[in-house]
């Protein structure tokens, strides 16, 4: 029970990771339609170009909200530069134009910082919470972070004109420029909220997997993962697929005998095969119903 | 997620364009594919080993990336998992050659077989699933195999991490030629028996099915085409051709091991397949030349900003060419036709 518990708690700071992430994911989905490739390596720049401005000496509080609101703007500049002009593209071109984000940004990560592995600084400590064996400091802020992060966006999305802008922009993306919504404009802001989303995911996962320029490539696979097993189109969804994603890895690793260790990355994904088998548009997304 | 209207648009490459010049085509194109072929068949004997020898993992990636195309390209199933597939005909051609002693020519039909049955086994949750959500399941293939290949109770077969090393293909006696100009020659004679099956299958009545459910499944059911029965056949098929490719890779490297399949090499098959041009039989070619040689040309500029090399010549060919390359030719081939009409 004990072992179970631990598990499950463990799985839950993992799962915390995979969470931000998928949450950065939806987002973005929400806003163009498309999975975003580059979202991890996007991050990772957010999270070095933090690391160098504490590294010259900036309070942490003060590099992290400089870095969310420069990873916002860098992220509308990305749309603005690179993927407006494919907007009447294919879905593929966007596609190769992702690979070719990720790959340069990627790279220009281990041209300016280089390869080898840093530390990143955590502003919650990484102390046992409460003095107990089950969850640091820092995972609990992360958990924390998360639902507050998800709160805001619920409250932006239901309580603003600017988010039901946005979401008539996504739904019907003609109909939305006839009431006078700046779709091109909308679709630019989605990117710049998941910039951000992304940035402070990185931030946070920086202490834990420590910052190198490959550092979010795992990461992002997961994030996929649990924002398809939650449903693309569900941002809460999102967050509890990554947090399930993470409770079923671990206990998958404990609980399996002889291959649960090698192959736990193997069964969480078998598990949302699975799950997708029953609900093909994920837990909490919804399907579309096309008209001929 | 798209409406239909939008998924023909996206699929659909510029037919219609060059609808008046169609009859001169077809003689245009039989000089086009003799000239290629004589290129192909002299070439060994005009560059050196190592040339020949990439030249010989061109038509290998064009193959694999072919079976892509079916898939995608021909039947609009997304698939990030093909460099499973791949690996997959790999590791049959290494552990038969190695442990069984089978000659290699005979692995070939083999890996092609294993291919086709999982391709298939895939295609049945494919069935219910679209776009991005099978995106994932594959992609979950992708991400799997080489930790399935690493895992220590397979690793009798697989030989783990160190992976298994592939006898170098004979030469037959009475051929005066080395080992990587036969090779090359073994390789194309497959790969155009590959090509010309794929060529065929496109244009039957079976490829018009596979075709029909790309632009729209529920008008192709209306029609009575079996959409299931022929969407995991695609999927079977697909995977069949890009199981031979890795096949041929094991042979041409001599050498398998788990880390050569990771996800990466899924990711350059859809990269060299839009590059080449979605439902493009040719274009599979152009994507196999930028698989493997854009990667070198970038580190030949910058060893320290390779990715993002690789990156910019990326975007700047999908900026030039968003419909890959196939659909540029079709364009500029229309627009000379066009001029000289005039």
Same mark, same amino acid.
Request: one cysteine or more; aromatic letters at 12%; a neutral charge.
């Given at each position: 029970?004990?072992?179970?518990?631990?598990?499950?708690?463990?799985?839950?700071?993992?799962?915390?990771?995979?969470?931000?992430?998928?949450?950065?994911?939806?987002?973005?989905?929400?806003?163009?339609?498309?999975?975003?490739?580059?979202?991890?390596?996007?991050?990772?720049?957010?999270?070095?170009?933090?690391?160098?401005?504490?590294?010259?000496?900036?309070?942490?509080?003060?590099?992290?909200?400089?870095?969310?609101?420069?990873?916002?703007?860098?992220?509308?500049?990305?749309?603005?530069?690179?993927?407006?002009?494919?907007?009447?593209?294919?879905?593929?071109?966007?596609?190769?134009?992702?690979?070719?984000?990720?790959?340069?940004?990627?790279?220009?990560?281990?041209?300016?910082?280089?390869?080898?592995?840093?530390?990143?600084?955590?502003?919650?400590?990484?102390? #046992?919470? @409460? %003095?107990?064996? !089950?969850?640091?400091?820092?995972?609990?802020?992360? /958990? *924390?972070?998360?639902?507050?992060?998800?709160?805001?966006?619920?409250?932006?999305?239901?309580?603003?004109?600017?988010?039901?802008?946005?979401?008539?922009?996504?739904?019907?993306?003609?109909?939305?420029?006839?009431?006078?919504?700046?779709?091109?404009?909308?679709?630019?802001?989605?990117?710049?909220?998941?910039?951000?989303?992304?940035?402070?995911?990185?931030?946070?996962?920086?202490?834990?997997?420590?910052?190198?320029?490959?550092?979010?490539?795992?990461?992002?696979?997961?994030?996929?993962?649990?924002?398809?097993?939650?449903?693309?189109?569900?941002?809460?969804?999102?967050?509890?697929?990554?947090?399930?994603?993470?409770?079923?890895?671990?206990?998958?690793?404990?609980?399996? #005998?002889? @291959? %649960?260790?090698? !192959?736990?990355?193997?069964?969480?994904?078998?598990? /949302? *095969?699975?799950?997708?088998?029953?609900?093909?548009?994920?837990?909490?997304?919804?399907?579309?119903?096309?008209?001929? | 997620?798209?409406?239909?209207?939008?998924?023909?648009?996206?699929?659909?490459?510029?037919?219609?364009?060059?609808?008046?010049?169609?009859?001169?085509?077809?003689?245009?194109?039989?000089?086009?594919?003799?000239?290629?072929?004589?290129?192909?068949?002299?070439?060994?004997?005009?560059?050196?080993?190592?040339?020949?020898?990439?030249?010989?993992?061109?038509?290998?990636?064009?193959?694999?990336?072919?079976?892509?195309?079916?898939?995608?390209?021909?039947?609009?199933?997304?698939?990030?998992?093909?460099?499973?597939?791949?690996?997959?005909?790999?590791?049959?051609?290494?552990?038969?050659?190695?442990?069984?002693?089978?000659?290699?020519?005979?692995?070939?039909?083999?890996?092609?077989?294993?291919?086709?049955?999982?391709?298939?086994?895939?295609?049945?949750?494919?069935?219910?699933?679209?776009?991005?959500?099978?995106?994932?399941?594959?992609?979950?293939?992708?991400?799997?195999?080489?930790?399935?290949?690493?895992?220590?109770?397979?690793?009798?077969?697989?030989?783990?991490?160190?992976?298994?090393?592939?006898?170098?293909?004979?030469?037959?006696?009475?051929?005066?030629?080395?080992?990587?100009?036969?090779?090359?020659?073994?390789?194309?004679?497959?790969?155009?028996?590959?090509?010309?099956?794929?060529?065929?299958?496109?244009?039957?009545?079976?490829?018009?099915?596979?075709?029909?459910?790309?632009?729209?499944?529920?008008?192709?059911?209306?029609?009575?085409?079996?959409?299931?029965?022929?969407?995991?056949?695609?999927?079977?098929?697909?995977?069949?051709?890009?199981?031979?490719?890795?096949?041929?890779?094991?042979?041409?490297?001599?050498?398998?091991?788990?880390?050569?399949?990771?996800?990466?090499?899924?990711?350059?098959?859809?990269?060299?397949?839009?590059?080449?041009?979605?439902?493009?039989?040719?274009?599979?070619?152009?994507?196999?030349?930028?698989?493997?040689?854009?990667?070198?040309?970038?580190?030949?500029?910058?060893?320290?900003?390779?990715g993002a090399i690789y990156g910019v010549i990326m975007l700047l060919v999908i900026f030039v060419m968003p419909s890959g390359a196939a659909g540029f030719t079709r364009l500029a081939f229309a627009y000379v036709s066009r001029w000289r009409h005039r």
């Amino acid at each position: 029970m004990q072992l179970l518990l631990q598990q499950v708690m463990a799985g839950l700071a993992n799962g915390a990771i995979y969470a931000g992430m998928a949450l950065a994911v939806v987002m973005i989905f929400l806003a163009i339609d498309h999975l975003n490739f580059a979202q991890g390596e996007m991050a990772t720049f957010s999270a070095f170009v933090a690391w160098q401005l504490i590294a010259w000496g900036t309070p942490y509080w003060v590099a992290f909200v400089a870095v969310v609101i420069l990873s916002f703007i860098g992220g509308v500049a990305i749309e603005r530069i690179l993927f407006k002009p494919l907007h009447h593209a294919s879905i593929f071109a966007n596609l190769v134009a992702f690979f070719a984000l990720f790959s340069i940004l990627n790279s220009a990560d281990g041209y300016i910082w280089d390869y080898t592995i840093k530390t990143f600084p955590s502003p919650f400590g990484t102390k #046992p919470l @409460f %003095g107990s064996v !089950l969850i640091d400091a820092h995972e609990a802020g992360m /958990i *924390v972070v998360t639902a507050v992060l998800l709160g805001l966006l619920y409250l932006f999305f239901r309580g603003t004109r600017l988010g039901l802008a946005m979401r008539a922009a996504a739904a019907n993306p003609e109909s939305a420029r006839l009431v006078g919504i700046r779709v091109g404009w909308m679709t630019a802001l989605g990117w710049g909220i998941a910039a951000a989303i992304g940035a402070v995911a990185g931030m946070l996962i920086a202490p834990v997997v420590f910052l190198d320029p490959n550092m979010m490539f795992g990461v992002l696979l997961y994030g996929f993962a649990g924002a398809v097993l939650g449903g693309l189109t569900s941002p809460g969804g999102a967050v509890l697929g990554g947090f399930a994603l993470g409770i079923i890895e671990n206990l998958a690793g404990t609980f399996i #005998p002889y @291959f %649960g260790r090698d !192959l736990k990355l193997t069964i969480a994904l078998l598990v /949302i *095969v699975a799950v997708l088998m029953v609900r093909p548009a994920g837990i909490f997304g919804r399907s579309v119903v096309s008209r001929v | 997620m798209t409406t239909p209207q939008q998924d023909t648009a996206l699929f659909a490459p510029a037919v219609g364009a060059h609808g008046a010049q169609r009859a001169a085509w077809p003689a245009t194109r039989h000089w086009v594919l003799a000239g290629v072929l004589v290129i192909a068949a002299v070439l060994p004997f005009v560059f050196q080993g190592f040339v020949v020898f990439q030249l010989t993992e061109v038509m290998i990636y064009g193959l694999a990336i072919l079976g892509l195309n079916l898939l995608t390209g021909f039947n609009g199933q997304f698939s990030v998992g093909h460099g499973a597939f791949y690996g997959l005909g790999a590791y049959v051609t290494a552990i038969l050659m190695h442990q069984y002693g089978v000659a290699y020519y005979w692995t070939l039909p083999a890996a092609g077989g294993v291919c086709f049955v999982v391709g298939t086994l895939f295609g049945l949750p494919a069935l219910r699933l679209q776009g991005l959500y099978l995106a994932l399941v594959t992609f979950a293939a992708a991400v799997a195999l080489p930790q399935l290949l690493k895992f220590h109770g397979l690793e009798e077969w697989t030989g783990g991490v160190q992976g298994i090393v592939v006898d170098q293909p004979d030469v037959p006696g009475f051929l005066p030629i080395d080992t990587d100009q036969w090779l090359y020659y073994f390789t194309l004679a497959v790969v155009l028996v590959m090509f010309a099956g794929a060529s065929s299958l496109v244009k039957s009545r079976t490829g018009r099915a596979i075709m029909a459910i790309r632009d729209h499944e529920i008008a192709a059911a209306a029609m009575g085409i079996n959409a299931p029965l022929y969407k995991t056949l695609t999927f079977g098929v697909s995977a069949l051709y890009t199981g031979v490719a890795g096949a041929l890779g094991a042979l041409a490297v001599q050498f398998v091991a788990p880390d050569s399949f990771s996800l990466f090499l899924s990711i350059y098959f859809l990269v060299g397949l839009i590059l080449g041009g979605m439902g493009s039989l040719p274009g599979c070619l152009f994507g196999g030349l930028f698989v493997l040689y854009v990667p070198n040309i970038a580190a030949e500029v910058s060893r320290g900003l390779a990715g993002a090399i690789y990156g910019v010549i990326m975007l700047l060919v999908i900026f030039v060419m968003p419909s890959g390359a196939a659909g540029f030719t079709r364009l500029a081939f229309a627009y000379v036709s066009r001029w000289r009409h005039r």
